[in-house]
């Protein structure tokens, strides 16, 4: 025992202890990521900004509200406008009431410790440039001189820490649409770079050495290439110097030539599910209100996914080697809404129930059964474990992909007892499921069963 852990030691220093990544994506594609992130399967995603002040989207994200209203003219949010505001209000008049009043950090980190999430990821800029931390090239466009007065990251990073054990993480937009620097560098064909030396990157290092995150997720990278942005120097320094050269996991969103391609793991598309086992880490980057980032006032009931499609997302994405990143939006006063929290906190209920065959879980030989349709599985050390997503009828359920050897047992997670079940011909296997009294069982939306000596049919 005790060699086995000086040896997995050993392979982390190799990894980690005197990195020497160059900046250039072989080198930094090489790196191992840490191990923690794999074993979380699940982290939380908050978007908050000034967004949260208007927050509103009629068939799209708010958080993208600046651009919609006045980027792009679109007829919802010009409408909007017109209607309730006057017509010389800018952008920059919504900060005033980002208030914050209800924020508390502390209570945020209960519901997330609540919730099973083990890493979370908070906006410290979205691509409107307004830092939720006091960044000093930020003028008059931050938490602290405008709006809340308050250093929202650094209040979550705290109680992220001081009461959880929780990874903590953030987003970092690296372009913002409107900034006159950044619209400059595009003007000459981003053969001038003034913006990401005088912004981007001081931000960037700012919030590493601030914060220590463990996850940099970054975004808005599409419209210039990964050299524009020197993301290569970042990384470097990011892997080799930093003080989380040892912990941080990176995305792949670092220029217009590294999505799903370069980076740490991959996100590819928001919500970016395939189906199928990748053989690189992923994560399906999502939302609970399907159509927003961002808060909504005017969010309709339907748009709030159900814990059931929750959990069957969840499933189907570590079945596949991905981790799922759930988003939620605060609204401008601070608090998360009821009908988030009560998502977050199902959750984690039911991981509290089926947490063995989610976390530091492997992808199995099968994904997804190859009989009886919404059944995936993941394993953990010898123990197969198969999410089911309904509760058949005929009072059998039929798995095609595990036979049994001699000795085999299978469990319900939250049943009481050992299963009774019977071998079939040519494969597979038939459980009978139990009667069950549906005011007291565990186990429930999704129904997870330990197949305990079974092997790949
Ligand atoms: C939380 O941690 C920070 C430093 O990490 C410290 O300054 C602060 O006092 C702590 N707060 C509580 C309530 O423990
Ligand atoms: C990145 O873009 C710049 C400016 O358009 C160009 O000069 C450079 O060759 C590009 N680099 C790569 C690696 O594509
Ligand atoms: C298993 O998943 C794949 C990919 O999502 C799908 O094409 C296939 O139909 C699924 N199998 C069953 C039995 O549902």
Wanted: aromatic share 16%; proline share 5%.
């Amino acid at each position: 025992m005790k060699s086995v852990i000086s040896l997995s030691l050993l392979s982390m220093c190799i990894a980690f202890c005197n990195a020497n990544y160059e900046p250039n994506w072989d080198s930094l594609d090489s790196r191992p990521l840490p191990t923690w992130y794999d074993e979380a399967k699940f982290g939380i995603f908050i978007h908050w900004g000034v967004f949260a002040v208007p927050s509103y989207g009629q068939g799209a994200a708010s958080e993208w509200f600046w651009w919609n209203w006045q980027g792009v003219s679109s007829p919802a949010e010009v409408y909007f406008m017109q209607q309730n505001y006057p017509p010389d209000f800018t952008y920059g008049d919504f900060a005033k009431q980002f208030t914050a009043e209800f924020y508390d950090a502390d209570k945020w980190a209960e519901i997330f410790q609540a919730s099973g999430a083990k890493y979370i990821v908070l906006t410290s800029k979205h691509h409107e440039g307004y830092t939720n931390w006091p960044s000093a090239t930020s003028w008059n466009w931050n938490s602290m001189d405008i709006g809340p007065k308050r250093d929202i990251v650094g209040e979550l990073a705290n109680a992220i820490r001081n009461k959880t054990s929780i990874h903590f993480g953030l987003y970092h937009s690296l372009f913002e649409w409107f900034n006159p620097s950044y619209l400059q560098d595009k003007e000459s064909g981003f053969k001038t770079d003034k913006f990401v030396k005088e912004k981007t990157m001081p931000e960037l290092y700012d919030i590493v050495n601030r914060y220590k995150p463990d996850v940099i997720w970054s975004d808005g990278q599409w419209e210039a290439n990964s050299s524009y942005w020197s993301s290569p120097d970042f990384l470097a320094w990011l892997y080799n110097e930093s003080p989380v050269k040892n912990t941080v996991v990176t995305n792949d969103r670092w220029g217009s030539d590294t999505l799903c391609k370069h980076g740490g793991y991959l996100t590819c598309s928001d919500r970016y599910n395939p189906g199928t086992l990748q053989t690189r880490k992923w994560e399906n980057a999502m939302t609970i209100d399907k159509g927003s980032w961002g808060y909504r006032r005017n969010i309709q009931f339907d748009q709030y996914m159900t814990i059931e499609e929750l959990l069957q997302e969840l499933v189907t994405t570590i079945s596949c080697n991905g981790n799922i990143l759930v988003n939620v939006g605060p609204t401008k006063e601070g608090t998360i809404t009821p009908v988030f929290e009560e998502r977050l906190r199902q959750m984690g209920e039911w991981l509290g129930v089926n947490g063995e065959g989610v976390y530091s879980s492997k992808p199995w030989t099968h994904q997804n059964d190859t009989m009886t349709k919404g059944v995936w599985y993941t394993k953990n050390e010898d123990k197969i474990y198969a999410f089911s997503f309904s509760w058949p009828d005929s009072g059998v359920l039929i798995l095609g992909a595990a036979n049994p050897k001699p000795g085999a047992t299978i469990d319900l997670l939250g049943g009481d007892s050992a299963l009774k079940w019977e071998p079939l011909q040519p494969r597979g296997v038939g459980i009978l499921l139990p009667v069950v009294n549906p005011a007291t069982i565990k186990a429930k939306w999704v129904y997870v069963f330990r197949l305990t000596g079974f092997e790949s049919a």
